[in-house]
């Protein structure tokens, strides 16, 4: 396997939703992503082994970059350019947090998408056409 980096995994988690809520946002993308990305060999999931031989597999060797949006258009907008881009991406709205997993795919389908709050967007693919996209957003604090 080539030792050079060309894929990254980015998330970019809208600053105004709770804490709590986005890191369980973050989980849900991040497990949606590992899940559906068509081509596993590419986010290079490896085993790490400690001193003593214990392994703590299904690390990647790529980075995981998180961002910050200052709202709900920033991502909209930047799930927009995915759509164009055909990059993969998985994001979370404010429809998945109500009830049951049914009433939350309910609420979904009946809300049109311009009324989705995003709490999140998470994607992979290579670097160089993803710093184009998040170029906008800064680090998150």
Request: glycine share 8%; proline share 3%; hydrophobic share 35%.
């Amino acid at each position: 396997m080539n030792d050079e980096l060309t894929h990254k995994f980015v998330a970019v988690l809208n600053k105004k939703i709770p804490i709590g809520n986005l890191m369980n946002a973050l989980g849900h993308m991040a497990a949606g992503l590992a899940g559906s990305y068509p081509n596993k060999e590419e986010m290079r999931f490896d085993s790490y082994f400690d001193k003593d031989g214990g392994d703590h597999n299904s690390i990647s060797d790529n980075p995981f970059i998180i961002l910050s949006a200052d709202n709900s258009n920033q991502i909209r907008n930047l799930r927009n350019q995915l759509i164009n881009s055909g990059i993969h991406f998985v994001d979370f709205t404010s429809t998945m947090t109500v009830g049951t997993y049914k009433e939350q795919q309910e609420k979904t389908k009946q809300t049109p998408e311009l009324e989705l709050e995003y709490y999140g967007i998470c994607f992979f693919g290579l670097k160089e056409v993803l710093n184009g996209l998040t170029k906008k957003f800064s680090l998150w604090r």
